[in-house]
């Protein structure tokens, strides 16, 4: 195995924290005090033993209040607090252990983050979108539609129609956004618009619905 070699200890602008560069790639982030604490310099090489030593006596205790302050200031999914520390300069293993204390005491709860987000944006986006914003946020698929039909089962309706009516409000905001005046609409117009709603999920019958109620008509392309 490769010898772990200290080569640079470097000051952070903006910060009382120093990166710890080891052959030449940043390793991790202490206080200039912690340095001195683990009696780091330049140089020296970075032994296994004194490696774990700093991960359990130093960074996983910062990590673990970190992901707490982050959590109180909002609710984050586990792939959100993982790149924020990872940001902060925690090794891999030092996020992971922080993330998983977290989520065992239910700190962190990514079934619970992604219905708390359908609640909030049923109505303003379609199913497409929320899934795929949900997704972004490092939510797997099967959490995802857990959080449908959790979301579902609280407003005690059938599988599909609170949904659905949550998406014709959605798609009404939507085009409500896009359309101004409507008497004013040209055929190509109206055509990218049935376009650009598809794009994002809405179902062809929903839109030639709503676009029709707010157009007046029965246009081809609807």
């Not at 780091?40 to 970075?46: A, D, K, V, Y």
């Amino acid at each position: 195995m490769m010898e772990q070699v200290i080569t640079a200890i470097e000051a952070v602008k903006g910060s009382k924290k120093r990166r710890v560069l080891v052959n030449d790639e940043w390793k991790f982030s202490l206080y200039a005090g912690q340095v001195r604490e683990h009696g780091l310099t330049e140089g020296m090489e970075l032994t296994g033993a004194l490696y774990q030593k700093i991960c359990r006596e130093t960074l996983l205790p910062q990590a673990k209040k970190r992901v707490l302050n982050l959590l109180l200031a909002k609710d984050r999914s586990e792939m959100e607090l993982n790149k924020k520390l990872l940001k902060d300069g925690y090794p891999e293993e030092v996020c992971a252990a922080a993330v998983d204390y977290a989520k065992g005491y239910h700190y962190v709860d990514d079934l619970r983050y992604a219905a708390t987000y359908l609640r909030s944006h049923q109505e303003e986006k379609s199913r497409l979108e929320l899934t795929m914003k949900l997704k972004q946020k490092g939510i797997v698929g099967e959490v995802i539609e857990e959080a449908f039909e959790m979301v579902r089962t609280e407003r005690m309706e059938l599988l599909s129609d609170d949904f659905e009516e949550a998406e014709i409000t959605a798609l009404r905001r939507q085009v409500a956004k896009k359309v101004k005046d409507s008497a004013s609409l040209s055929n190509k117009e109206i055509s990218k618009l049935v376009a650009s709603l598809g794009a994002k999920g809405f179902s062809v019958r929903d839109i030639r619905d709503v676009i029709g109620s707010v157009v007046g008509g029965n246009f081809e392309y609807l």
